[in-house]
């Protein structure tokens, strides 16, 4: 599996910014996908993840009701749209993947890591 990440980029709060992640190499329908962070001097975070399927999706309290997560079979992408962005949202993000049918949380559940893309937002 191949993940690569896009659309990053630096805006001000409260500006809106839409991630790619294009998936390669396996079927796409067969994979659990989520994005995670990691802001400089900090750990990596879950932000966002769907399931395969009918999608079931979970986010992090931080970007609830900000930031949705979807897919798109027909074009083997995940995304992430990012809205009312603030400081805090400023981080490399990456995309995953896992081969399984549920919504996963945890860093470990994922197998196959995107190499990120950073966003910058200012005040």
């Known amino acids: 599996v191949q993940l690569q990440a896009s659309g990053g980029g630096s805006v001000q709060a409260g500006a809106s910014l839409r991630l790619s992640c294009a998936f390669s190499g396996r079927p796409f329908n067969q994979y659990a996908l989520g994005w995670f962070r990691q802001a400089p001097g900090k750990s990596r975070e879950f932000v966002a993840a769907?399931?395969?399927?009918?999608?079931?999706?979970d986010y992090s309290d931080s970007v609830k009701g900000r930031f949705t997560i979807s897919r798109d079979s027909a074009k083997n992408t995940v995304y992430l749209q990012m809205n009312s962005l603030i400081p805090e949202d400023t981080a490399l993000y990456y995309c995953a993947a896992t081969y399984s049918r549920l919504v996963h949380t945890p860093q470990r559940n994922y197998d196959y890591w995107g190499q990120g893309t950073q966003v910058t937002v200012s005040s």
């Open positions: 769907i399931s395969r399927g009918i999608g079931n999706t």
